[in-house]
């Protein structure tokens, strides 16, 4: 499927953080690099991973690169980029170059990396105010360090910057609302990740292991187009699913377990996030189906707050209601519903929350709350709800019935005008979705 983000949305993206910086009183400017490759051992890399912010205003996917929007500049829209080296890249890959920068990303001027320092002498000169991502301390401290020596350099006139501003809030803030293209991105990985989803439950069955279901979704990801997951795939069969970010997915898959699936495909820097949990053996026993209901019903009831001017706050409250009137009805929790809602008893076995933002990044960014208000839906924000319930195996005053079980059932979800669009709805969910899918192998 051929999805793509206009080069003109990146231009738009840019043009909007120009128009900030010149808002103010005193001239500004920003300064915002790539990411570097990363050494995996001796002279092997990680596969490259571009910033997320860097890539929301450039869609250039190559390391070692730095955007400069200057708009007192004659030329506003500056990108360093590493230049074409056929030496290099034969070794590296191919790179787009300086002399196709400007077309192909809808730039003012490029110019090769190396260059950088000698054009923000003089970008600097002048300037009150930098912003840049201070969480970048390597990059910082270098501006940081060229800023120092405009200020030694005894030239006459020479103004060096007097304020460093942290430009990642208002990156966060315009990436919390995805455009109809981001939208359509985050379909197509959340389609893929269905097509995942549903082709592991039919691989599972005791005796296979963890890590080959894994190998199962990565295969499906990758056949679509989706080079990589998203984040650290999860399957984590009987106990393994109390643990929340499980990874190691080493054991063999136990006649009669639970297997929780928590996985995603990243396509074109987008991600998806899905959950299911469904039985080894593809039938649930009874603790298990009674469990596992208390978890729907609460993402259920919490799906139909996702609305345009409801928070994510008044989802979680429906879902922590549903939680506990589960858990007392199973004799988990005990006392009243209300009592146990007022001390939160059950956080003790939900220890996460409903869910966070989606986008570049699987853990998007964007305020969760601005101060003491959770955030308003609005159309385009993309969010995942996951409820769960985790009883660890060492629970001694629980019924052994219900120790070792980790459940979680976890969906995609856009806010529209009128409510919310489940992006990955596609994935049995019921039990009775879940067992007939697993049986018809």
């Not at 894994?214 to 009987?238: D, R």
């Amino acid at each position: 499927m051929a999805v793509a983000v206009p080069v003109e949305e990146y231009q738009r993206r840019r043009e909007q953080v120009l128009k900030r910086l010149a808002a103010g009183d005193e001239k500004a400017i920003a300064v915002i690099p790539s990411a570097h490759m990363v050494t995996r051992s001796n002279d092997t890399e990680y596969p490259f991973r571009q910033n997320s912010d860097f890539f929301y205003l450039t869609g250039f996917n190559e390391p070692d690169a730095v955007l400069v929007l200057a708009p007192d500049a004659e030329l506003s829209v500056q990108l360093y980029c590493q230049p074409k080296d056929p030496q290099q890249e034969v070794w590296h890959g191919r790179r787009l170059g300086v002399a196709r920068a400007v077309d192909a990303l809808g730039v003012d001027v490029a110019h090769a990396v190396d260059e950088l320092d000698e054009h923000l002498w003089q970008l600097l000169d002048g300037v009150h105010t930098v912003y840049c991502d201070q969480s970048n301390q390597d990059f910082f401290q270098h501006l940081l360090g060229l800023a120092a020596e405009l200020r030694s350099s005894g030239k006459r006139g020479v103004q060096p910057p007097q304020r460093w501003q942290d430009i990642s809030p208002w990156l966060h803030t315009m990436r919390l609302v995805k455009s109809n293209a981001e939208l359509e991105l985050m379909r197509e990985a959340a389609r893929i990740s269905v097509l995942a989803h549903q082709r592991a439950m039919k691989f599972v069955a005791p005796g296979r292991y963890e890590y080959q279901v894994a190998a199962e979704l990565h295969h499906e990801f990758a056949m679509h187009g989706a080079a990589a997951p998203a984040y650290g795939t999860i399957c984590g069969s009987g106990e393994n699913a109390c643990i929340l970010h499980y990874t190691e997915n080493s054991d063999a898959l136990t006649d009669g377990d639970l297997i929780l699936i928590d996985a995603g495909a990243e396509y074109q820097g987008y991600a998806a996030d899905i959950t299911r949990t469904f039985p080894v053996n593809g039938t649930f026993s009874e603790p298990q189906k009674q469990l596992y209901e208390v978890v729907l019903q609460a993402q259920l009831v919490s799906l139909d707050v996702i609305r345009p001017g409801a928070t994510l706050q008044q989802a979680q409250d429906v879902a922590a209601h549903a939680l506990t009137e589960g858990l007392v009805e199973l004799g988990i929790l005990h006392g009243s519903v209300k009592d146990n809602i007022e001390q939160a008893t059950y956080r003790r076995f939900f220890i996460h929350g409903l869910g966070h933002w989606l986008g570049l990044d699987v853990h998007d960014v964007g305020d969760a709350r601005r101060g003491d208000k959770s955030t308003p839906f609005k159309p385009g924000m993309v969010l995942t709800v996951e409820p769960g319930l985790y009883i660890p195996a060492d629970a001694d005053d629980v019924d052994s019935q219900w120790r070792g079980i980790g459940i979680r059932i976890e969906d995609d979800v856009v806010v529209t005008a009128d409510g919310h669009e489940n992006l990955t709805a596609a994935v049995p969910k019921t039990v009775a979705e879940i067992e007939a899918w697993m049986q018809n192998k």
